[in-house]
């Protein structure tokens, strides 16, 4: 099955979706990132060195997940522009239909 091919104004749409579930998941991290960060600061000052501090900790995952995200965003933003900039210059040289573009001519 043939997939179809989006035109520029859907593509930009589908780029503004993907960007609003990952600023959901920039937050989330964030956010998890954070409680878990002062749960490990909570146990720095109430235990000192007895404590014990696993290898397994959260802060890595949530790291990670926020980092990922914010660079997915990153790069969301940058095709999001281009793709803009690309749909306007044409749209002022000529229409935008489908996958086919096709120029007025000037007459």
């Not at 990952?22 to 991290?29: A, F």
């Not at 990132?33 to 890595?60: A, H, P, T, W």
């Not at 690309?86 to 001519?105: A, L, P």
């Given at each position: 099955m ?19 579930t ?8 964030a ?30 995952r ?11 965003l ?34």
């Open positions: 043939k997939k179809k091919t989006l035109t520029p104004e859907e593509l930009l749409a589908e780029i503004q979706r993907r960007q609003l990952r600023i959901q998941s920039v937050r989330s991290s956010v998890m990132l954070r409680e878990v960060c002062d749960s490990l600061i909570k146990k720095i000052d109430n235990e000192g060195l007895n404590g014990y501090f696993s290898i397994n900790s959260e802060c890595r949530h790291a990670i997940s926020l980092h990922k995200n914010c660079l997915e990153c790069m969301f933003r940058g095709w999001y522009q281009e793709l803009s900039a690309y749909v306007q210059e044409k749209s002022e040289d000529g229409i935008i239909k489908g996958n086919q573009e096709t120029r007025e001519e000037d007459e």
